[in-house]
């Protein structure tokens, strides 16, 4: 509004006006650019001649000027500090007034007088909300719209806020930042603080029953290692895809760990037993439980799949993670399990003679 009302003013500042005598019990606007001449006879509109249009002359002193504000400033840069220079525009009051003697009056009284007019016309419409009082407003609404979709961008925009205003506004101002994109960030940090509690749990609750109901440490230890790998594979297939942690896509994992104990459970219990059975235990293992933990994974995978064709966008994540937790799952529990159990020998299933065997 400032810069629109002083786009025919000089560059270099506003002339002090003096008020009509006759017009002292009226509200003073301040300075709204040639209507504070006007007259009677003025009411048609504005000649060539009378107020010619703008011209705008760079010299080399202005051009020294503009460059010596920075030394590495780029081309559009330098057109904007040129703009700002010669009033192109009224780019030259694109700002706040704070010095009353650029802005024609002669103390500060005026030169809020002149602020506050600003503010009766961007608030004088009460359903806007934009200042609690048009005249002496002591709290404004500022709305920042961002194009964004992903969590760090707002983060950055909130960063620059605060930071802009702890440089810039008084200590007594106090600026509070709200509405839907901090609301979503908040949202978004307290999922993504409560998966990782949710997974941690659910890891060591795994942990100490495996162990318990094995009588071994080294049986619980054995079963948490394919799980963590399978949800990190989990997180690992979300920032390929780009897909996005919310209220959604937070559950899989912890749903990660609740199907991949059971393909673990299974083959780990179908090896103990064919191990008690006698030789070649390994291949009779796979051709047992192996071919039902494949029928079982696809199976039920092929089923959350389908929700992949899904319109809304969070229900499709969600069954393409699912499918491809199931997938995963079942793919560690017959490559890494055995691999692990073959290796390490554990006693709660070798018994005491594993390492004869």
Known sequence: ???????????????????????????????????????????????EEKYPLQETQITF?????????????????????????????????YEIPADPVRYGKQ???????????????????NRTSYANDPLEPTAIK???????????????VVAAINDYAAVNFPDNIRVIIGGVGVLENELANLVMHSQIISVIVSIIIVFIIIAISNRSLLAGLLAVVPLSIAVLCNFGLMGLLGIALNMGTALIASLSVGIGIDYTIHFREFFKIEYQQGSDYLRRTFIGCGKAIIINAVSVGAGFLVLALSHFRMLAEAGILIAFSMFITAVISLTLIPVLITVIKPRFIYGQNSASR
Request: charged share 25%.
């Open 61 to 93: 002193a202005m051009l020294d000027s503009a460059i010596g504000k920075h030394p590495n400033m780029n081309a559009n840069e330098l057109v904007r500090e040129l703009q700002r220079q010669s009033n192109y525009e009224g780019r030259g009051y």
């Open 1 to 47: 509004m400032n810069q629109m009302f002083n786009v025919d003013e000089s560059p270099d500042g506003i002339r002090i006006r003096q008020q009509s005598p006759a017009n002292d019990d009226l509200l003073d606007f301040g300075n709204f650019g040639w209507f504070d001449d006007m007259e009677f006879e003025d009411i048609l509109p504005p000649t």
């Open 142 to 156: 500022m709305t920042v719209m961002v194009n964004t979709q992903w969590q760090r961008d707002t983060q950055i």
């Open 107 to 125: 103390t500060e009284a005026e030169l809020v007088q002149l602020i506050t007019n600003y503010l009766v016309l961007v608030g004088g419409d």
